[in-house]
Antibody
Framework: EVQLVESGGGLVQPGGSLRLSCAAS????????MSWVRQAPGKGLEWVAN????????YYVDSVKGRFTISRDNAKNSLYLQMNSLRAEDTAVYYC????????WGQGTLVTVSS | QSVLTQPPSASGTPGQRVTISCSGS????????VNWYQQLPGTAPKLLIY???QRPSGVPDRFSGSKSGTSASLAISGLQSEDEADYYC???????????FGTGTKVTVL
């Protein structure tokens, strides 16, 4: 059974940093692109970033370029999202998701950016 | 700002057929396959349709997808109360190099 479990969310002040983690199990992690998708409270889905199987290619939505970094550790079956210079508009539930078609999703972790 | 446009809401009575449209452009739907997601209240989204019209294992055949040109649609036949949810289309955009989601459609079963 595919499982994706996010952690690392919480309350952070504007301008602060946070690192999200996603622990993957139930599939060969190193064989799949992985993505982060977020959903602001009461709003729709927004794709944030994805990363190729070996980490050699990464893509980001414009609003997070230069502030967020996606990475992975295939030996630990883990995906990460380093978030710096956080803004109020980054407040959202962040989902870890498998593959470029986003076929499996974690339960999400809430990030709140507020003073 | 989403580049895929969906109607904000759709509704029907139990047993009816409901269709949701998704309008894009040549750089997304026109060039790539479309996926659809269902998000039940308070839960994570779930993949409903992939590659325009393919259903993952476990998805009832009441759900079907199609694509034509720069538009796609999701049809729910034999509407059931448990289908009340938000539905999103999505596709890769070759110009923006991002995966774009639609604006979302809330389906209500009357």
């Amino acid at each position: 059974e595919v499982q994706l479990v996010e952690s690392g969310g919480g309350l952070v002040q504007p301008g602060g940093s946070l690192r999200l983690s996603c622990a993957a199990s139930g599939f060969t992690f190193s064989s799949y692109w992985m993505s982060w998708v977020r959903q602001a409270p009461g709003k729709g889905l927004e794709w944030v970033a994805n990363i190729k199987q070996d980490g050699s290619e990464k893509y980001y939505v414009d609003s997070v370029k230069g502030r967020f970094t996606i990475s992975r550790d295939n030996a630990k079956n883990s995906l990460y999202l380093q978030m710096n210079s956080l803004r109020a508009e980054d407040t959202a539930v962040y989902y870890c998701a498998r593959d470029s078609i986003v076929d499996y999703w974690g339960q999400g972790t809430l990030v709140t950016v507020s003073s | 700002q989403s580049v895929l446009t969906q109607p904000p809401s759709a509704s029907g009575t139990p047993g009816q057929r409901v269709t949701i449209s998704c309008s894009g452009s040549s750089s997304n739907i026109g060039s790539n396959t479309v996926n659809w997601y269902q998000q039940l209240p308070g839960t994570a989204p779930k993949l409903l349709i992939y590659s325009n019209n393919q259903r993952p294992s476990g998805v009832p055949d009441r759900f079907s997808g199609s694509k034509s040109g720069t538009s796609a649609s999701l049809a729910i036949s034999g509407l059931q109360s448990e289908d009340e949810a938000d539905y999103y289309c999505a596709a890769w955009d070759d110009s923006l190099n991002v995966y774009v989601f639609g604006t979302g459609t809330k389906v209500t079963v009357l």
